[in-house]
């Protein structure tokens, strides 16, 4: 096993051989120990394997954490577990002060996971299982990606250890089930050897590759003509690791491929969902990422107030078209972000805010934070950039509003 330096970690036990393995391993290495059980109370052998661990620990004296899932699940069960299961790791990271949490995948899901994304075509940052990532704050390790899932029930058997069978397992009812039953393991222990060497060769070339992409990214002004003029390969790269930036989520193969296509095409405007969250468009020549949520702030002053906010900063010093001259009949003012039908009074006659933004190009993505002061009659006498109406100019002015 992966030699692992001393403190306390956690260590997620389901009571089959792979995590009953790796329990009794740690152990044996004098590391401290925490076990975190997930029971979701879907199978009639749950309450088995929950207990077996348990007596597992009684008897070493391990501190043992279990749930009890009782939450209903929306949706895939297997990404609602996995949450679920981290989550509950988390906890027991903070409440123990742990280093990180050991998990038992092995070879064979090392194996499993890079075919799975190999028949779907996905694009990750790393093939196969890494053996030490971050999930959702947790620092994960994986000590046992050079052994064979028969290696550790030979382990098992041989120190008798006990263990329970996941039946759900058993069953092809999931394509990683199916993967695992009629290809990985009707592979010999060498051809499973060699292919893990191949793995590791191919991420060898992707993370060369992820090097050049990053290069790309953070001199990228997000320009569609600069994505156009890269390959396929990088531009597919490039999407997926700037959209994982922004998001912290990865798309699928299928959406970086429309993604790619509608760049390809030279479309001038088009709009896409992405990630349920969030929209992806083109806008005056760039790609943008924006969330679908509206962001709206209200700051309402009953006197003059310098200050900066997340949206906007209140100065003495700035330029004409940031000034306004306030009266008194103007108190309480509101400084709140621009809204659709908003328009203020100019020189040349009224002028619509959204008309504006449109003639100057402005992206949709400032538009939605983009402040404008309000007095106490509901007029919008000034707005960042255009400059005040005209009873709210002068030589002298009271205030500047910085966007």
């Known amino acids: 096993m992966k030699n692992i330096e001393e403190g306390t970690y956690v260590v997620g036990v389901s009571g089959g051989p792979d995590s009953m393995a790796l329990l009794d ?71 123990y002060h742990a280093k990180g949490v050991l998990l038992a995948h092995h070879m064979d899901d090392h194996i499993e996971t890079y075919l799975m994304a190999k028949k779907r075509g996905s694009l990750k940052e790393y093939l196969g299982i890494c053996e030490e990532t971050n999930i959702m704050g947790c620092r994960i390790i994986r000590p046992l990606l050079m052994y064979s899932k028969q290696d550790l029930e030979t382990y098992c058997k041989e120190n008798q250890i006990p263990y329970g069978i996941d039946e759900s397992n058993l069953s092809n009812d999931y394509e990683r089930n199916r993967i695992r039953h009629e290809v990985i393991d009707k592979m010999t222990l060498k051809e499973k ?53 922004t998001c912290k989520e990865y798309v699928s193969m299928h959406e970086i491929q429309q993604i790619s296509r509608l760049i390809r095409e030279n479309a001038n405007s088009w709009t896409r969902v992405l990630l349920k969250e969030y929209y992806i468009y083109s806008e005056y020549g760039k790609l943008v990422i924006d969330t ?19 949206y906007f900063e209140v100065t003495q ?8 001259t306030l009266k008194k009949s103007d108190f309480p003012i509101t400084i709140r972000n621009v809204r659709e039908h908003d328009t203020i009074m100019l020189r040349f006659g009224t002028k619509k805010i959204n008309r504006w933004f449109i003639d100057r190009k402005i992206p949709k993505k400032e ?19 255009i400059g005040c109406d005209i009873e709210h100019f002068s030589n002298n002015p009271t205030l500047f509003v910085l966007k």
């Open 317 to 324: 010093v700035g330029s004409s078209v940031e000034a306004v």
């Open 25 to 95: 391993m740690c152990r044996k290495k004098g590391l401290d120990l925490v076990v975190a059980h997930m029971n979701y109370q879907k199978r009639d052998t749950a309450d088995r394997d929950m207990n077996l661990v348990k007596e597992y620990c009684d008897r070493y004296q391990i501190p043992f954490e279990a749930v009890r899932q009782t939450k209903t699940c929306e949706g895939n069960f297997q990404a609602f577990a996995r949450e679920e299961r981290y989550r509950m790791y988390k906890h027991c990271m903070e409440t």
């Open 292 to 310: 679908k949520h509206c962001v709206s702030y209200e700051y309402v002053y009953d006197s003059i107030v310098f200050e900066k906010t997340p």
């Open 367 to 385: 538009r939605k934070l983009w402040p404008v002061i309000v007095n106490a009659e509901g007029n919008v006498i000034l707005v960042p950039k």
């Open 193 to 245: 050897k060699e292919l893990v060497k191949k793995i590791e060769e191919e991420n060898k070339h992707l993370q060369e590759h992820r090097k050049t992409c990053r290069k790309f990214i953070e001199s990228w002004d997000h320009s569609l003509s600069a994505l156009r003029a890269l390959k396929e390969e990088d531009l597919q790269q490039v999407l997926l690791m700037w959209i994982h930036d």
